[in-house]
């Protein structure tokens, strides 16, 4: 797959992302390879090669690129700066020139001044668990600590002056954040949709050229997060856009183009706009219906680039010129699969045990036998987050074995308003459970999936609910495959990084006022009830969820006499980031689906 990331200052190159050496790495799109686009990311200049995944992009006034990295999948993401222009692709320390490098602590991007001297980025080095906001200059490395008031904060970009920096900061209610603007010059903070009474999202700004006005996205009083117009010094808002969906905004340095998107039963939509009537310009063209994202202005505000995916086209970039309205494509990955073979899903909706519509997407296997096809139920991690119907090469893969895949998003996803959103909080945990159970129900309603073949998969909060549907519900499910998921709520909060506790809690319960239930909503309690064959993937060096959960677990339901198979990787951390890992993992769990589900 690929993604761009960005465009060099003067318009004549495009930063694309891609894993097509096993690791997502940093590639370049020169103006003279526009004319033979698509190109294969085998064509274009490489220019990092690292061991692993490499994030970046441009600086605003050069051309060389801050880039961030970790180690093994440790999340500890460090600083670097990296010519675009470098004879080999930077696979070492030797083509990095440090910018923040703290290996036992995490830093995050969080915006750089247009002039391109200040970066702000957020670390937890204070103190390894709360995250402050630093300012550096990245010529002299000065710096300065704007905010450490604690918790969870982020950097959210500067004013076009530079003058006021963006802080999100989350608070201890689940789905909830807020949003200060700092003035640097005089230390004021003002605060983007103050909501004190209830949570609710609120975006980051997205500024007009006069570092005055701006766009930013929030859902307070509201289902949905729509597009507000605000202005510095002015408590007053204006609703810009609305489209009864999650929606963000973005405007062009130049502020003469307003790009809209939102998020419409799962599928991306995109529309241009005048910044300053609101009247719509042009819907945006995508390749199909899928998932958009990623989305890059060029400086002068003529093209915008963005990553499309669907069911039926494997992640690249693609390019939008918004003066003629013509739509290219700008990378081709390579595929050795035939892309014909590859199915869509149906988007369905059933009721669970409270009368809730729960949404889910239903693929099914392209080659229809007489026999009642096995189910693979693919749960999405979080809990706030959704399943959106992008590529999935495991899908499609299972998918032209025989298996359908049916992928629910079950109460608690985000994407669908904020009332569903929280319907799975702390002693609700198990409502979302049980509405594993009433999408069991109907698969056994129709006429062409099995009921007896059902195999639950997740990754994250996703395995935590493969191993909660297996203890809760024995009797419904065949088999379980759980890739770095959550066996014990308590033991999990008592051993993810301290930095994620506080984090956690919000949504799971706290360990100090919330332990029986978090006792009780445990797969670990309940599973001496699981009899189905459990298949289980973690990375040793997750931070998020320790490898103890899945060794735990493993080990007694292998004792019960259950089977039970525990694959780790010394290299991985919280799920798995390299292609080499992955092809080992996905024919093992395939080959293990069939063998339990007899497929």
Known sequence: TAAPTGFSPDGTRILVSSDLSGTSQLYRLDEEQLAAAPVSPEGLAQLTAMPEPVGGGYLPTDDRLLVATDVGGNERHQLYLIADDVAQPVAGEDGLEPVVVDPDHIHRPGGVTRDGRLLAYSTNRRNGTDFDVVVRDLASGD????????????????????RILAI???TERPGDNRVHLLDRTTGERTELAPHPDAPASVGSPSWYPDARRYLFSHGVAAE?????????????????????????????????????????????RARLLDPDT????????????GVAGGWRFSRDGRYLTYAFSSALVPGDAWRYDTRTGELLRLTRSPNDVDPAGFVAPELVRFHSFDGESIPAFVY????????????VVVIHGGPESQYRPSFAPLTQYLLAQGFAVVAPNVRGSTGYGKRYEHLDDVDRRLDSVADLAALHDWVASTDDLDPDRCALYGG????????????????????????VGISSLVTFLENTSPYRRRFREREYGSLEHDRDLLVAASPITHIDQVRAPLFIIHGANDPRVPLSEAEQVHEVVRRNGVRSELLVYDDEGHGLA????????????????????DA
């Open 224 to 268: 949905f997060a729509a597009v507000h117009r605000g202005e510095v010094g002015s408590d007053a808002t204006e609703v810009v856009f609305d489209p009864g969906w999650d929606a963000g905004a973005a405007l062009d340095w130049t502020g003469s183009t307003l790009l809209v998107v939102w998020n419409e039963d799962g599928y991306s």
């Open 143 to 162: 710096e300065e600590t704007v905010h450490d008031r604690g918790g969870w904060a982020g950097a959210a970009g500067f004013s076009p002056d530079g």
């Open 364 to 375: 099914r296997p392209s080659r229809p036998t007489s026999r009642r096809a096995p189910v």
């Open 278 to 289: 609101y009247e719509v310009r042009t819907e945006v063209p995508l390749p199909g219906a």
């Open 168 to 170: 999100s900061e989350l």
């Open 578 to 597: 390299k292609l080499a890992n992955r092809i080992d993992a996905y024919p093992r769990v395939a080959a293990f689906l069939h063998d339990v589900l």
């Open 460 to 483: 994250s909060y996703g395995g935590y609910m493969v191993l909660a549907g297996l203890a809760l519900q024995p009797d419904r499910w065949a088999a379980g495959v759980d890739i």
